[in-house]
């Protein structure tokens, strides 16, 4: 799967160079240096940069205000594998390594497809921010909100939400060879989701990954802080 190295290693040198500190002050930027490079489970560096830089940009720009976790789901990888990580951006660990299923539209083992739009029933990339739980048809469910203008900014009235399914789990990959899908939303195991949804609610941030050229040469929170 292709990485795009160049853009990664712009981002990488674009946050080193940038003082950092984990405060909620314009000039707060989270950076890989701050994390045990042993402890950030299986993770690949370029995204977690990338997941990084979105974050430091919501902080500063006040899209995101203090927020304690980082989750990043990298959907160029299969369902098949763990692919979902919540970082704590205080204490600077990693808290979960779990299995994420992506939407119906989006493709079987592998998400290919993804969109803003209601009805496709794919999954979105970007940077959303997490707020309030409710408990719905999925059980316990963690309402998200886009930031990424026009790619995942639908995600409230399209009902994009975390939530736990019984599709999600290492038995049903033994069984199918993938996980189950949902609508459009990153469901968890039901086993860990209201445990995980408690940890990161009420203003977390989440990054969806997928090496999709354009979302990443226009995002905001990739480039700068676009305005």
Not at 70 to 94: G, H, M, N, Q
Request: charged letters at 25%; hydrophobic letters at 40%.
């Amino acid at each position: 799967m292709l990485r795009l190295p160049i853009v990664a290693a712009a981002l990488v040198a674009a946050t080193l160079l940038v003082p950092h500190a984990l405060d909620a002050s314009a000039s707060v930027t989270f950076a890989r240096a701050d994390f045990d490079p042993t402890a950030i489970g299986g993770i690949e560096t370029d995204v977690f940069e990338m997941a990084l830089t979105a974050a430091s940009c919501a902080a500063r720009t006040g899209d995101a205000k203090n927020p304690e976790t980082l989750t990043v789901i990298d959907y160029s990888k299969p369902s098949s594998e763990r692919r979902l990580w919540v970082f704590d951006l205080k204490a600077r660990e990693l808290v979960y390594q779990e299995l994420v299923a992506h939407g119906q539209g989006s493709g079987a083992n592998m998400a290919t497809d993804f969109s803003n739009e209601a009805e496709t029933h794919r999954t979105s990339l970007g940077l959303f921010v997490t707020r309030d739980t409710y408990v719905g048809k999925n059980g316990y469910s963690l309402r998200l909100d886009g930031l990424d203008r026009g790619v995942n900014d639908r995600a409230r009235e399209r009902a994009i939400v975390m939530h736990g399914a019984p599709y999600v789990s290492e038995s049903f990959v033994k069984a199918n060879g993938r996980l189950g899908r949902s609508w459009g939303c990153p469901a968890v195991s039901a086993a860990v989701a209201r445990e995980m949804i408690d940890r990161v609610k009420g203003g977390g941030l989440v990054f969806a990954y997928y090496p999709d050229a354009e979302w990443i040469r226009t995002s905001k929170y990739l480039g700068g802080c676009r305005t």
